[in-house]
């Protein structure tokens, strides 16, 4: 069983509708958690960082924890061809130097 | 403030090979990650360096190395190239060591194994 699951996709959404990710993992010490954007063959970018249960909220992302659950879940509103790309859910430990990454969630936004 | 910068950003090698992948930190950045990224998976991490020392290691084989120079910049060598190799290889900065700290990526280097 990997450390962090992620289902796939793809997902395809029309222009406007509300994009619903998630990730469930298996280590209870992750205590970090981040949802990265990547473009075809570009890197990693961040797009939301929380360390906590509950929501956080930066524009049209949310981003939710769940620890106990061990699930977490990005929402996009008002989703915009530019947001098509692939999502990567990672986590950290506390006492862990490395990102666990989910394998990303490959998502389009149709015009 | 520039961010990290990889280079080259395409390399094709063969079987047996050696190659050498560089990376510029972010300005301020002290910590360098590597990651491995095959086609359709997420990152795998390979190592980190902090102030020149290799302070955290993945699942890689020693054919796997790395160097951090004193400006933070940072080398990936990788000996004995296989196949498995083909990869995107992603270094991502930070400002410190510390788990909580944030991780920023650069483009990448994508590596081909023939």
């Known amino acids: 069983q990997k450390e962090v699951e992620q289902d796939p996709g793809p997902l395809s959404v029309p222009e406007g509708a509300i994009v619903s990710l998630n990730c469930t993992y298996s280590?209870?010490?992750?205590?970090?958690f981040m949802w990265y954007r990547q473009y075809s063959r570009k890197g990693p970018e961040l797009l939301m960082y929380?360390?906590?249960?509950g929501n956080k909220e930066d524009g049209r992302f949310t981003a939710q924890v769940d620890k106990s659950s061990k699930y977490i879940s990005l929402f996009i509103r008002d989703s915009q061809p530019s947001d098509s790309a692939t999502y990567l859910c990672a986590m950290k430990s506390v006492d862990d130097y490395k990102l666990s990454f989910g394998a990303g969630t490959t998502v389009t936004v149709r015009a | 403030e520039t961010g990290v910068t990889q280079s080259p950003t395409h390399l094709i090698k063969t079987r047996g090979q050696q190659v050498t992948l560089r990376c510029s930190s972010q300005s301020g950045h002290n910590t360098v990650s590597w990651y491995q990224q095959a086609l359709g998976q997420g990152p795998q991490f390979i190592f980190q360096?902090?102030?020149?020392?290799?302070?955290g290691r993945g699942n890689f084989p020693p054919r796997f190395s790395g160097l951090q120079f004193p400006n933070y910049s940072s080398e990936l060598n990788v000996n004995a190239l296989e196949l498995d190799d083909s990869a995107l290889y992603l270094c991502?900065?930070?400002?410190?060591?510390?788990?909580?700290?944030?991780?920023?990526f650069g483009s990448g280097t994508q590596l081909s194994v023939l």
């Open positions: 991502a900065s930070s400002a410190g060591s510390l788990p909580d700290e944030k991780l920023f």
């Open positions: 929380t360390y906590s249960s």
């Open positions: 280590n209870s010490a992750f205590q970090y």
């Open positions: 360096y902090y102030r020149e020392e290799e302070n």
